[in-house]
């Protein structure tokens, strides 16, 4: 069974910066797409961050430059750096894999994943 635990959420003041992990077990497809979504109060969820079994990302133009998605070289495990903290990151953030992923448009990333964690909580102070 896959089972996704994200980690490393917390509050943080702006300008700061915060790295999540996401725990996984359970996928049989080494390939499968991995990625982050958030969730800010209020407001719809949005994937943030995508990458491949080679590392090979693309982003969200509202992260594009402050968030770096990357991938640990000897499990399934993979990391959201975040940069440069503002207000408007506060959200709930969501890792998530396999599924399709059908490419970026209008800077938006069109990902269906097929298995979520359950969120970890990102609080940036003013």
């Known amino acids: 069974q896959v089972q996704l635990v994200e980690s490393g959420g917390g509050t943080v003041e702006s300008g700061g910066s915060l790295r999540l992990s996401c725990e996984v077990s359970?996928?049989?497809?080494?390939?499968?797409?991995k990625g982050w979504f958030r969730q800010p109060p209020g407001k719809e969820r949005e994937g943030v961050a995508i990458?491949?079994?080679?590392?090979?990302?693309s982003y969200a133009d509202s992260v594009k430059g402050r968030f770096t998605i990357s991938l640990a070289n000897v499990n399934h495990t993979f990391y959201l750096e975040i940069n440069n903290l503002r207000p408007e990151d506060t959200a709930t953030y969501y890792c998530?894999?396999?599924?399709?992923?059908?490419?970026?448009?209008?800077?938006?990333?069109?990902?269906?994943?097929?298995?979520w964690g359950q969120g970890t909580q990102v609080t940036v102070s003013s």
């Open positions: 990458t491949d079994s080679v590392g090979r990302a």
């Open positions: 359970g996928i049989s497809n080494s390939r499968d797409y």
């Open positions: 998530a894999v396999g599924g399709q992923y059908f490419g970026i448009r209008a800077g938006r990333l069109h990902f269906e994943p097929s298995y």
